[in-house]
């Protein structure tokens, strides 16, 4: 935590704070985070992301904590999976339990057409849907085709989206361990073509940094701006990483 801290710290007032999103932090975790602000007397709020792990019933006691330290953090979003079944009663409850004026996202569980309905009520309930790319096992790294079924009906959808988990590098990538990443630069094209009709599966599927970089270049102001609407946030491990990437792609 005294890490995770400081690095964003840092982050915030360096050269490339502008990308920097917000802080994110499990509700298990929540007491640590206080007892390393309150060490370093953070010159304003963090902003935070309360993820929720310690179940839907978890969230009113967390969202109490963090507004009761108001000089030390201020809640902007809060993240937590969804059950199975995403069923309507549990989203009106995650509706009751979030303030208004907070970003909720939820994520619900990938696998089959039943996860894509879950996304669809997921967005009619006005919360933003969650985007797994990566993690410890194969059956965490979505395919091609579900990451372009997901950014169809988000695209259709109106609503913003975020993507947390894998997406480690800009570009597509196979890993030491086999593993093949998506890249956030794929998936920010692969947005912008899903928003303008063309071919999302290229893009996803595209290892090819020069040709994806020059697409992203190419886009209209008003492009660009539809893009963020829609991939609004994506979670990273690293600031430094991904600023390497873009810096080396001449997209910073």
């Not at 669809?120 to 979505?142: D, Y």
């Not at 940094?209 to 609004?232: I, N, P, Y």
Request: hydrophobic share 45%; charged share 25%.
């Amino acid at each position: 935590m005294p890490d995770a801290v400081r690095g964003h710290l840092d982050g915030r007032v360096g050269e490339w704070s502008g990308v920097m999103g917000l802080f994110l932090c499990p509700a298990s975790r929540l007491a640590e985070l206080i007892t390393e602000l309150i060490k370093v007397k953070p010159p304003k709020p963090i902003a935070l992301s309360l993820v929720i792990d310690t179940g839907l019933g978890g969230v009113p006691k967390a969202v109490s904590i963090v507004e009761s330290r108001s000089e030390l953090l201020a809640l902007r979003m809060v993240e937590m999976p969804a059950p199975s079944d995403v069923d309507e009663v549990w989203l009106e409850r995650v509706s009751e339990f979030v303030p208004e004026d907070v970003i909720r996202v939820v994520e619900p569980r990938r696998g089959g057409a039943e996860w894509l309905d879950g996304v669809r009520r997921v967005i009619e309930h006005g919360s933003w849907p969650k985007l797994r790319c990566g993690g410890l096992s194969t059956e965490n790294f979505p395919s091609v085709d579900e990451v372009a079924d997901f950014l169809s009906v988000v695209s259709g959808g109106g609503v913003a989206f975020k993507a947390t988990a894998g997406l480690h590098k800009a570009v597509r990538y196979t890993d030491e361990q086999g593993f093949t990443h998506h890249g956030f630069l794929n998936l920010l094209v692969a947005t912008a073509r899903s928003l303008s009709g063309r071919d999302v599966r290229e893009a996803l599927a595209s290892t090819d940094a020069e040709a994806l970089t020059a697409e992203a270049k190419a886009l209209s102001d008003q492009a660009a701006h539809a893009v963020r609407g829609v991939f609004a946030s994506y979670g990273s491990c690293s600031l430094a990483e991904p600023i390497a990437d873009l810096e080396g792609l001449g997209l910073l």
